[in-house]
Each structure stands twice: as structure tokens, then as C-alpha cells.
């Protein structure tokens, strides 16, 4: 199984600073046949569905605003906030689909 | 648009199975490839099974394999997820996952095993 870790595990900013999460998995999930990362992003609030945020690693899901951006190939991968605000607080979680099982980073819990 | 409609809240006793559904509208479930996805209370998001693409195949996790049967319905474009000899660490939220290159989710179904 492709065993995916995000780093940190926790992230405390004030509102309007960059956030930054990390995620990388332990064999390359780039298909270059398709030239696409099988690497998708979630934002998770409390006692909701999980948003998805990103898929093939970089495109963005329609109606997820701009201040969110993916990035990364192969194994290492980030999601960016530029700009931190109160509705950002949740858990990100990473996710690889490159195979099954699908696998998924521990989380990131994001509080202001 | 795909929406993905799940089936309502369920409390079981230990040993007992559950059967949760999944229906689907804006597309149909031959046009994708269906995954089930459970978070069990305070844990993470981790997948149950689903319909390998290149494999041609349901494949279940290691975790859950003998104990878990996913099938569909293509006549009512309805999925579901049936699991056995339930225990209390199988209480969690159960969702329904639509691949279609992005990735649709449903509502999540909180199935509680307690005696």
C-alpha cells in the first residue's frame, strides 16, 4: 500500500498568513501515460461531507477560491493558503488514487 | 450534477450486519466507479472499498476483507455497502465516494454499533 504523510500534523497562524501543508507518499503516484498526479486535497469541517479541493494534484474544484493552490509531482506534494481565513479552520487531508487502496494522509488540523 | 443521496443513520449490536445505500442522479452508476469511505470518531478518512477501474473488479481493504460486500444496483443507479459481524470499532460514518476523475461524495451515513 502507497502510505501517504503530511506534515506538520498542526498548524496555529493569525488570519491573513500562509499556510502551508506538506504531503508526500511513498512511491510515485504520477501516471505518465496520463502525465497526471493521482493526488487529490480535502478540506474537512466538523460534521460535514469532506470539499474536495484539488484533484490531479493541482486542479482546482470548481467554487474553491483562489487563495488555495496545489502543487507538487511524483512524491511530494503541498497545498498553499495564501491568505488564512476564519473559514479555513478544518482538517486537510491528502489522498492518493493512483492505486487501490485509495490512501489517505493522517490530516492536518488548521486553527487560527 | 452528481448528487449522491445515502441512506439514513443505523445503531447496531455487536455481530450484526448493516446494508448502506448510495443513490446517485445526474449520471449513472455504469459511468463511474463507486468507493466507499469510512472516519470512525475522532480518526481519519480511511477507504472501506470500491470498483478498481483497472482492475475490473470490487477490491476491498485488507481490514475489512470477508466482512464487507459492495454491490450495485444499475437499475436504480443505487450502491451499497453491506457489512457483517459488526464490532463497536466499526461505529463511524460511512460515505459513498463517485470516481469520475473528480470526486463526488455523499452525505454520510453514521452507523453506531452498541449493545
Known amino acids: 500500500d502507497i502510505v501517504m504523510t503530511q506534515s506538520p500534523d498542526f498548524l496555529a497562524l493569525s488570519l491573513g498568513e500562509r499556510a502551508t501543508i506538506n504531503c508526500k507518499s511513498s512511491q510515485s503516484v504520477f501516471y505518465s501515460s496520463s502525465g497526471g498526479n493521482y493526488l487529490a486535497w480535502y478540506q474537512h469541517k466538523p460534521g460535514q461531507t469532506p470539499t474536495l479541493l484539488f484533484y490531479?494534484?493541482?486542479t482546482r474544484e470548481s467554487g474553491v477560491p483562489d487563495r488555495f493552490s496545489g502543487s507538487g509531482s511524483g512524491t511530494d506534494f503541498t497545498l498553499t493558503i495564501s491568505s488564512l481565513q476564519a473559514e479555513d479552520v478544518a482538517i486537510y487531508y491528502c489522498?492518493?488514487?493512483?492505486?487501490?487502496?485509495?490512501?489517505f494522509g493522517q490530516g492536518t488540523r488548521v486553527e487560527i | 450534477q452528481v448528487q449522491l443521496v445515502q441512506s439514513g443513520a443505523e445503531v447496531k449490536q455487536p455481530g450484526a450486519s448493516v446494508k448502506v445505500s448510495c443513490t446517485l442522479s445526474g449520471y449513472t452508476l455504469t459511468e463511474l466507479s463507486m468507493h466507499w469511505v469510512r472516519q470512525a470518531p475522532g480518526k481519519g478518512l480511511e477507504w472501506v472499498g470500491g470498483f478498481d477501474g483497472e482492475e475490473r473488479e470490487t477490491i476491498y481493504a485488507q481490514n475489512f476483507q470477508g466482512r464487507v460486500t459492495m454491490t450495485e444496483d444499475t437499475t436504480r443507479d443505487t450502491a451499497y455497502m453491506e457489512l457483517r459481524s459488526l464490532r463497536s470499532e466499526d461505529t463511524a460514518i460511512y460515505y459513498c465516494?463517485?470516481?469520475?476523475?473528480?470526486?463526488?461524495w455523499g452525505q454520510g451515513t453514521l452507523v453506531t454499533v452498541s449493545s
Open positions: 490531479w494534484a493541482s
Open positions: 489522498q492518493q488514487y493512483f492505486t487501490t487502496p485509495w490512501t
Open positions: 465516494v463517485a470516481d469520475m476523475g473528480i470526486f463526488y
